[in-house]
DNA sequence: CCTACCGATCGGTAGG
DNA sequence: CCTACCGATCGGTAGG
């Protein structure tokens, strides 16, 4: 890791990269095997420690599993909220979003996959917590849509709910088979969703020639 | 359940009701707090009995995970691969198929979210079996873009792929939102999505008045 | 970060 | 379907 040949202005706390790394192989656990199916033991022994000894750099299993969640929470947090203040039209925001979203599952299939299925085991306060920011992600796709409608690049008659709820499954289901090094990039992915969602799929119609 | 008035014809054989219990309350425990995080005497206990005697219907907990997937599994194939002969055009196919995938999914819910979260912890060969299973349900969607391409309903320029995997995330996330009693049956849900994703959000091109 | 250990709980079985 | 039990493993701690 270190050029030798260089001067290296400023060295890596060590501290904090065991505790990035034991993040790191449980979301990896967590995700492969669920929060109750990977043990302590198993996490230690994949960073070759022994059980007891993770102890000293996190207070419990809970904890990382709260940690976890509430990184990927915030990291969809951090890619989307921006966006409300974004000036363009909403069909471009919603291509933007949609990018973002899909860049956040794509770089982090775990962590999303431990948010997607291991919420639930969060006590109440975390729970509460991860709970408020999905609502907050729902209110965002929701008035994205509202907004294309008031500026008329959306359809007047659209259901803002069922909309929102469509665009969140195609960003998020992508957890379930979206794979780094597959056919299309995440922005590829979300650009076809976009196009699809905007234009749908029948054929545009035939200039008018009677 | 039995009419006193009436003659019973066909009584109802009490062996088989037990293990169908099982098979429910295994199902919501299952989902709600994970394959890993339900233990059997939790099982045994919402059943009134203790943990051994379950083992006096069933071989094990995996058999009874088996049977939840794989039941669940045949439940999405019961409902769609007759339509793989349904003559009428794409559209109305693709309609009619989210219909049904979203009416197994609502009406399961919590076999829905077994087989979406706990498939991984299968064994080799059923994990192999649900494997299959998913690809067959894939390729009917891909099939179905694919016709309806070749119909001239849809688009000529679909990324058919891309198409199957939209459509596909939008029936199967519903099982994170979808809840009996709400405002849309599974039906209406289905036919908003199939609009929204048949004309696009775009309003309607104005009658050409230059 | 290790050794050695705690009480609790796990899936499952024997014998009735 | 119950009682009583099996060995294994769980998350976590004490003391170094």
Request: aromatic share 8%.
């Given at each position: ?78 890619a989307l909220?921006?966006l ?7 069909d471009e925001r919603l291509r933007e979003a949609m990018a973002r979203h899909l860049t956040v599952v794509a770089g982090n ?58 665009i969140?499954?195609a960003v998020?289901?992508a957890?379930?088979?979206y794979r780094p090094g597959g056919r299309l990039s995440p922005r590829e992915v979300a650009d076809r969703y976009a196009g699809l969602l905007l ?12």
């Amino acid at each position: 890791m270190t050029d030798p040949s260089a001067p290296s202005p400023a060295p890596t706390p060590p501290a904090r990269t065991r505790r990035e790394q034991i993040h790191e192989v449980a979301s990896r656990l967590f995700s492969q095997r669920g929060y109750h199916g990977a043990s302590m033991r198993d996490l230690a022994a994949e960073l070759g420690m022994q059980g007891g000894s993770l102890y000293a750099h996190i207070s419990g299993k809970e904890a990382l599993l709260i940690e976890i969640v509430e990184q990927a929470a915030r990291q969809f947090e951090g890619a989307l909220m921006d966006l409300q203040t974004d000036p363009r039209p909403a069909d471009e925001r919603l291509r933007e979003a949609m990018a973002r979203h899909l860049t956040v599952v794509a770089g982090n299939l775990e962590s999303a996959t431990v948010f997607f299925h291991e919420w639930k085991h969060l006590s109440p306060e975390a729970y509460a917590r991860v709970t408020a920011w999905r609502d907050t992600t729902e209110a965002f796709y929701r008035d994205l849509v509202a907004g294309g409608v008031r500026e008329g690049v959306f359809r007047a008659d659209l259901d803002v709910k069922m909309t929102a709820n469509l665009i969140l499954s195609a960003v998020n289901w992508a957890y379930t088979w979206y794979r780094p090094g597959g056919r299309l990039s995440p922005r590829e992915v979300a650009d076809r969703y976009a196009g699809l969602l905007l234009d749908g799929l029948r054929p545009p119609p035939k200039e008018a020639t009677p």
